[in-house]
């Protein structure tokens, strides 16, 4: 399935409102896969994909993430819309899309992950920073990931710990390696 088909098949089963910030991810995702001489079309399509899933219903994320092997655990069970992502990798890989590269991409784009590669990392933040995405601080977000892409990832897990927090809400672990790895690579000077 090619992004035209992807693009077409998304139309039919989101929500308007959705499948615009869909769109919105998938074109983030290019530039910023252009700007880090990245395969733009792999970005474009995992930004497409990340969010297929995004508006099931509790019941049917958990009930799918049981049936097709997807791990549960308490974090997923006490906000079972974490497993969008690994739902939406199973989906698209049920689509015909087979690139284990653009399927991680999907899989992991909501809490992020220590030794996250270049692309999951471009639908990471591409997702949080796409043009219909309208919250306190996405506009320097956006201007940050024009001039430094790996400081918006930090600032980008920042936003995303502190939003889980203010709101008493448990931050999964994933989230949580992912900070430190980023924080562990930024004193390495990378």
């Not at 733009?40 to 958990?62: I, T, Y």
């Not at 549960?72 to 006490?78: E, V």
């Not at 690139?99 to 909501?110: F, Q």
């Amino acid at each position: 399935m090619n992004e035209e088909l992807v693009k077409q098949h998304l139309k039919q089963q989101l929500s308007p409102s959705l499948y615009k910030h869909c769109a919105g991810t998938a074109q983030t995702a290019g530039k910023l896969a252009a700007a880090l001489n990245y395969d733009q079309e792999k970005a474009r399509l995992a930004g497409w994909l990340h969010d297929c899933a995004r508006e099931w219903s509790a019941e049917k994320l958990l009930d799918f993430a049981q049936t097709n092997g997807i791990k549960i655990d308490k974090f997923a069970r006490s906000a079972p819309v974490i497993l969008h992502g690994p739902i939406a990798a199973v989906l698209a890989k049920q689509w015909g899309i087979n690139d284990p590269d653009v399927l991680s991409a999907v899989a992991r784009h909501t809490l992020g992950a220590p030794h996250m590669t270049t692309l999951e990392q471009i639908v990471y933040l591409a997702d949080k920073i796409e043009p219909n995405r309208c919250y306190p601080g996405v506009e320097e977000l956006r201007q940050l990931a024009e001039k430094d892409f790996f400081s918006a990832l930090i600032a980008a897990a920042a936003q995303t710990i502190t939003f889980v927090l203010a709101k008493r809400r448990l931050v999964h672990p994933l989230t949580i390696s992912y900070w430190n790895w980023l924080v562990e690579i930024s004193k390495q000077g990378v």
